[in-house]
C-alpha cells in the first residue's frame, strides 16, 4: 500500500517536511470513496484529500493508468522500517491486486481499527497531507503532492510506526 502504515504494505508513505504556512485541520477519517465528492483539481486542502482517497482506491482496484498519471516520475515512498518504494515497484505492487479484493479486505480492517485524522498544509504549489491518531495526535504517516498541470501529483510519502 501507499503511504499509511498499513500491514504487510508496500502501499503508500508519506513526508513529514512541513513548511511554514497556513494549517488547515480537516477531521476526517481515512477512508477510500470519497474523491468523487470533490473536484480532485481544485487547489484546495479538500481537494488534496479526495486525490489521495482515489490513490487508495486506485491501489486496492489496481488502477495503473490513473496512478501513472497521478505519481510524480520520481515519486518515492519510505516505510517505517526506512524501506524505499519507487514508482514502479507501486504500479506493479498495484497491477497484482487488479481484480481482487485481498488488499481490500486488509485495508478495510485496518481502517476499522486505527482512526486517522487528516490536516493539510499548503505552501503554493505544494501540500502536505499528514495523518494522524485522533486520540494521541501523532502523525502516522504523510505525503508530499505537488499541483502540476492542472492537478495533485504524489512526489513523497513518509511512514511512522503505529502505536
Known amino acids: 500500500m501507499h503511504r499509511r502504515t498499513f500491514p504487510a504494505a508496500s502501499f503508500w508513505s508519506m513526508l513529514f517536511c512541513m513548511v511554514p504556512t497556513w494549517i488547515v485541520a480537516l477531521p ?17 486542502p479538500a481537494a488534496v484529500i479526495a486525490v489521495d482517497d482515489h ?3 486506485a491501489e486496492m482496484s489496481g488502477d495503473t493508468v490513473w496512478l501513472d498519471a497521478m505519481l510524480m516520475p520520481d515519486y518515492r515512498s519510505i516505510s517505517a522500517e526506512g524501506k ?12 497484482k491486486y487488479r481484480g481482487s479484493d485481498t488488499m481490500r479486505k486488509k485495508v478495510d480492517a485496518w481502517l476499522k481499527t486505527h482512526p486517522t485524522r487528516k490536516s493539510v498544509v499548503m505552501h503554493g504549489d505544494l501540500a502536505i497531507l499528514s495523518f494522524s491518531d485522533p486520540a494521541t495526535g501523532n502523525v502516522r504517516s504523510s505525503d508530499v503532492f505537488v499541483y502540476k498541470d492542472g492537478g495533485w501529483h504524489a512526489l513523497y510519502s513518509q511512514h511512522a510506526r503505529v502505536e
Not at 524505499?84 to 497491477?95: E, I, T, W
Open 28 to 44: 476526517a477519517t481515512a477512508t477510500a470513496g470519497t474523491h468523487a465528492k470533490v473536484e480532485e483539481t481544485a487547489r484546495t
Open 84 to 95: 524505499v518504494l519507487d514508482k514502479p515497484r507501486l504500479l506493479a505492487n498495484a497491477k
Open 55 to 57: 490513490w487508495l482506491e
